[in-house]
């Protein structure tokens, strides 16, 4: 992996929370991948009941000791997104940028 202090990523579908494809610590991907979906579905509706007009980006989540961030894939119509399971002590701003850039190479822009 090309950022550091991450433990695993996987490319998750939005809708089911199944992992496309993932790397590193797989069971916690796996059982994570499909709460976080939730969650991001959840968070997607509740700014379109908003009016918010805007995109989610990303969502970082802190939880037991880990830093979650989940980046939606935008040239998918947030059908994907991408999440990564960091350390406590990750440069979280960075692991923002380079997913960005990892996201924005998927979709080739």
């Given amino acids: ?10 490319l998750v579908d939005t809708q089911t929370g199944m992992c496309l494809g993932e790397r590193g610590i797989q069971s916690d991907l796996t059982n994570s991948a499909r709460k976080y979906a939730e969650l991001l579905r959840g968070e ?5 009941n908003r009016g918010e007009q805007g995109a989610v980006e990303d969502l970082v989540l802190p939880g ?4 979650h961030l989940l980046r939606v894939v ?3 119509s947030g059908a994907m997104f991408l999440y ?5 002590a990750a ?3 960075h692991a923002r940028r380079r997913t960005a850039e990892i996201a924005r190479g998927m ?3």
Avoid: P, Y
Avoid at 1 to 10: H, K, Q, R, S, Y
Avoid at 44 to 48: E, G, P, T, V, Y
């Fill in 1 to 10: 992996m090309e950022i550091d202090g991450a433990l695993g990523c996987a």
């Fill in 44 to 48: 997607l509706r509740a700014r379109r």
């Fill in 64 to 67: 037991d000791g880990r830093q």
């Fill in 74 to 76: 935008s040239g998918w």
């Fill in 84 to 88: 990564i399971l960091l350390d406590s």
């Fill in 91 to 93: 440069d979280i701003e």
């Fill in 107 to 109: 979709v080739g822009n």
